[in-house]
């Protein structure tokens, strides 16, 4: 039973300790530090946070793909969202550098293979949004300068 957050080293001793038929989402109550939970959805710390107030909305039911979402799960995902933003601007959260957070990401992955092989643990299948502080201009390390040279016509119809 996890009661605080993990660094990502320990994260991935708890995943690979898990038993294989088990999921953490499924079972959030259990393996979650639960912040609020809703009908169709639970909001959770980041076990092992990516950086500070990391936070993650899983839907109770399992399903993998963004596009499985039910109207019901779509209508309380949109609500928490604006709850959960609401929150963040009233706990007027700070970065270490002191400066004021008044920008927040939301991201969700769609891996096409779940075996990690850096952590060489299988990731769960479990559809989850991460939500975030931003920082302005923290994604520039990971920017490609040469990102606006791709052919953009490769993505339209022929």
Known sequence: MVRKLLTRKT????????PKERCPFCDYRKYQIVLR???NW?????????WRYHTMLIPKRHFRYFWDMKEAEI??????TRVIIQFYREKKL???DKSLI???VFFWRLRDNLYDP??????YDH?????????????????DPKAHLWDVNEFRKS
């Open 37 to 39: 939970e809703g009908k």
């Open 94 to 96: 700070h970065r270490r």
């Open 11 to 18: 994260y991935e001793k708890f995943l690979a300790d898990l």
């Open 127 to 143: 559809f989850h949004i991460h939500i975030a502080p931003d920082k302005d201009h923290s994604w520039e390390p990971i920017i």
């Open 75 to 80: 209508k309380e995902l949109t609500k928490l």
């Open 42 to 50: 639970v909001w959770v710390a980041a076990l092992a946070p990516y």
């Open 118 to 123: 850096i952590s060489k643990n299988i990731r």
């Open 102 to 104: 008044k920008q927040y």
